[in-house]
Structure formats: structure tokens, C-alpha cells
């Protein structure tokens, strides 16, 4: 098989669940949806939860884990080469509005979630 074969036509979905409450498990849905996207890979990456927060200017900055990536540089390779949504409940339940996320991330929710994971090729991952 030739190389980037095995990813044509594939797309990638990803729920974050955590956040600083979990760094691990954020930072390794931050991590497989950036490599996924670097590699040529539709990715779609869902902030819920306490994820929620890094929808916002400067959070991610904030966010520190020994021996990973940073989130910033995470966050912008997955802007860069594929989308990333705030779940329209959790930007609810946190007061957080359009006009307050990152350029680039959109407020969406489960029946955009829904149609998204429901397409054919896709996988969907959640952390």
C-alpha cells in the first residue's frame, strides 16, 4: 500500500471530555487529532467538558503537562489542517459565546455531532 493510502477518504472525529481535571487524557485527544491532521487526515476535534475552556484566548497556554506537546501548538495544527467545535451546551454552562473562542473554532452541537460521526469512513474517538 502506498504511503497515505491507508488515510484517503477517512475522517477522524474526536470528543475531548477533559481537561485540567484529566491532563493526560487531554492532552492524548489533543495529540492523535493534531498527528492525525499533520498527516493528512480529515479531523474533527469536539471540545466538551472541561475541554470547553480551551475555546478561549489564552487557556491553552495555561495548560501544562511534563513531556507532551503544547496545547497551543496542538490546537493550532488541528485549526491549521481541520476543524475543532465547542459542544453548544458546554459553551452554555460556562458563559462562553461566539464572540469569546479562539478565530477559527465554531459552536456547534449533537445533531451536527450526530451527522458528523455518522458518515461514511468515519471514526470517532472520545477522551
Known amino acids: 500500500m502506498a ?3 491507508a488515510t484517503a ?7 475531548v471530555t477533559a481537561g485540567t481535571d484529566a491532563p493526560e487524557r487531554c492532552s492524548q485527544a489533543f495529540t492523535v487529532a ?5 498527516s493528512g487526515v480529515e479531523v474533527s476535534l469536539w471540545l466538551t467538558g472541561e475541554s470547553a475552556w480551551f475555546a478561549l484566548p489564552g487557556r491553552a497556554a495555561e495548560f501544562e503537562l511534563p513531556h507532551a506537546a503544547p496545547l ?3 490546537i493550532s495544527g488541528v485549526l491549521g489542517e481541520g476543524r475543532i467545535t465547542l ?5 452554555a454552562r460556562r458563559g462562553i459565546e461566539e464572540k469569546d473562542v479562539l478565530e477559527g473554532v465554531r ?7 450526530v451527522s458528523e ?5 468515519v471514526q470517532a474517538l472520545v477522551y
Do not use: N, R, S, Y
Not at 493534531?34 to 499533520?38: F, N, P, S
Not at 459542544?87 to 459553551?91: F, L, N
Not at 459552536?107 to 455531532?113: E, K, S
Open 34 to 38: 493534531a498527528v492525525a491532521a499533520a
Open 107 to 113: 459552536i456547534a452541537g449533537a445533531q451536527v455531532f
Open 87 to 91: 459542544c453548544t451546551q458546554c459553551a
Open 3 to 5: 504511503p497515505g493510502t
Open 9 to 15: 477518504g477517512k475522517k477522524l472525529v474526536i470528543k
Open 117 to 121: 460521526i455518522m458518515g461514511e469512513g
Open 72 to 74: 497551543p501548538e496542538l
